[in-house]
């Protein structure tokens, strides 16, 4: 029993460390067809970000004609090990420039045991409920067929279009077939640690200067350790890999707002990401849309104040940005669109004429559900039938729940008086507007 714990946790961790590599190794091809200039470690941990944001634009697209298959993991591994490798030069130099450093080492340690701890939980159950009521059937769906129109009629939270279900179903393939959700939630999890370690092995470090981007960065781990010591590793749950892409995104941006100006395109390249990751999210679950539509529009407004970018420089960030959320989001809504006959379901908003739409009745049902379970109202039989309305009809149902779990409010409330009292208050004014 104990050997086969041991193989199962050293597989998924080895499993962690071959996916990580393969999507930051994308990630890296995307910023090379950008830019020139070398990435540095926190430019590689940004990579994987982007890297999983291709990937699950790349699903999008690929299901709209075929299933997910073992086929389509072999893609994305393959293009990884490409990207890894042409930029094997720089990532060379990178690691002869850390490996006679004791805090390289020190990064080093704390990562693999972090990494082979999240490994050992990924060996337990799953006993998740969502998972067990639509994420599986969702993921099936995506490894037996294309998208299914009208599959909304069938059930109605599998046709919710959360695509990190897509990305689930590829890492139901292959080696881990039928035990994806061992590998999916961990890996992003582990990557979040690594971000986390790296910015306190920073700070702890004598010998380097403190940032208050390393700060933000240390404040990944805690949203890591909460994330894991609940049921989400061993599950598909969708809230992790939205948390875990926009919590990448936070970081990345953070970063280029505190740090001293560098090359003109390495900065648009950080908007690119900023709008690149924002779409993942939307695409991910669709209630980041106000997160997503409010970092874009920061990131461009600051963007252009601080930084004054060349025309030319302008022109080639827009034109990437605009086209990636183009994409993304016909690829996004089109499946929705073919799932349900609705852009935005369970949103009853634009119904298309097809045969296949859902309902009014039953979009509306379906919104009405997520709604109530948000607000910790279903229970709140006078609110549900409409006899009573408004805020103070939901509220006092809903703040006490909030408070109950102080990490919501307390860590973002000592963050911010941290953050605070070491940067200088135009910066933090700038990352409060963020």
């Not at 970018?309 to 990636?324: D, E, F, N, Y």
Request: one cysteine or more.
């Amino acid at each position: 029993m104990v050997l086969n714990l041991l193989a199962g946790t050293l597989s998924i961790a080895a499993t962690f460390a071959v996916m990580a590599t393969a999507l930051m190794g994308i990630g890296l091809l995307i910023r090379r067809a950008f830019l020139t200039a070398s990435p540095d470690v926190d430019d590689c941990l940004t990579a994987f970000w982007m890297g999983f944001g291709a990937v699950i634009l790349f699903l999008l697209i690929w299901n709209f004609v075929a299933p997910v298959t073992v086929a389509t993991l072999a893609i994305v591994l393959l293009t990884g090990g490409a990207g890894v490798w042409g930029a094997r030069q720089v990532l060379a130099a990178l690691w002869r420039a850390g490996r006679g450093r004791r805090a390289t080492w020190w990064t080093v340690g704390a990562v693999a045991l972090a990494w082979l701890w999240l490994a050992n939980l990924a060996t337990g159950a799953m006993t998740n409920w969502d998972t067990t009521l639509y994420h599986m059937q969702g993921v099936q769906w995506a490894l037996t067929y294309p998208v299914v129109p009208g599959l909304a009629n069938l059930f109605g939270p599998i046709a919710f279009n959360n695509a990190s279900l897509l990305y689930d179903a590829m890492l139901g393939t292959g080696p881990w077939a039928s035990q994806g959700w061992r590998i999916a939630n961990g890996l992003l999890l582990a990557v979040l640690a690594a971000q986390g370690i790296v910015g306190l092995v920073r700070l702890a470090d004598p010998a380097r200067p403190r940032r208050a981007a390393d700060l933000f960065m240390v404040f990944l781990l805690p949203v890591a350790l909460d994330m894991a010591l609940r049921d989400e590793v061993v599950s598909f749950v969708t809230d992790l890999s939205l948390t875990a892409v926009r919590m990448g995104c936070m970081a990345l941006w953070y970063r280029a707002l505190s740090r001293e100006r560098r090359d003109a395109d390495v900065e648009a390249y950080d908007v690119v990401c900023v709008i690149a990751l924002s779409a993942t999210s939307v695409a991910l679950k669709m209630n980041a849309a106000v997160f997503s539509v409010a970092a874009v529009f920061t990131a461009l407004a600051l963007w252009w104040t601080i930084q004054r970018p060349a025309r030319r420089v302008m022109q080639k960030t827009l034109a990437w940005g605009g086209s990636i959320a183009v994409v993304y989001g016909a690829a996004w809504m089109g499946r929705g669109i073919v799932l349900s006959g609705y852009p935005f379901f369970p949103t009853p908003l634009l119904g298309m004429p097809v045969e296949w739409r859902a309902p009014l009745e039953h979009a509306r049902a379906e919104f009405d559900y997520v709604q109530h379970s948000t607000r910790h109202t279903s229970g709140n039989l006078p609110y549900v039938s409409g006899r009573t309305e408004g805020f103070g009809a939901w509220l006092p149902d809903w703040l006490p729940a909030l408070v109950d779990d102080w990490y919501h409010v307390g860590i973002p409330l000592v963050l911010a008086a941290i953050l605070g009292a070491l940067l200088p208050p135009s910066v933090f004014l700038a990352g409060a507007l963020w």
